[in-house]
């Protein structure tokens, strides 16, 4: 199995950045699709971004794009989330997580390991 431990959020200013990793061990994430997910109080898990084994193909949530990157480095098998213009809407807990396969998914069920997660709060 694959864990996967979030880092890097916190609370920020509307308009402010951070930088979300995904730090997984136990298998090499070379060939697993990586996502993140957000979810917010009273709301549906929502997709926010996907990226290809080697992170040629990314997409993301229309909400999200522009202002939000997902890389990965799988030599550190590590993935992360830049979001840049964060507005107050961002607030939530965002999930990383993997699926063994090749396409590019936007369901939580499509995906097979979670993180716990780490709070974005992003003040006004």
């Known amino acids: 199995q694959v864990q996967l431990v979030e880092s890097g959020g916190g609370l920020v200013q509307a308009g402010g950045s951070l930088r979300l990793s995904c730090a997984a061990s136990?298998?090499?994430?070379?060939?697993?699709?990586m996502g993140w997910f957000r979810q917010a109080p009273g709301k549906e898990r929502e997709f926010v971004a996907a990226i290809s084994w080697k992170g040629g193909i990314t997409y993301y949530v229309d909400s999200v794009k522009g202002r939000t990157t997902i890389s990965r480095d799988n030599a550190k098998n590590t993935v992360y989330l830049q979001m840049n213009s964060l507005k107050p809407e961002d607030t939530a807990v965002y999930y990383c997580?993997?699926?063994?396969?090749?396409?590019?998914?936007?369901?939580?069920?499509?995906?097979?390991?979670w993180g716990q997660g780490t709070q974005v709060t992003v003040s006004s």
């Open positions: 997580a993997a699926r063994g396969g090749v396409r590019l998914m936007t369901g939580a069920t499509d995906y097979d390991y």
């Open positions: 136990g298998r090499t994430i070379s060939n697993y699709v």
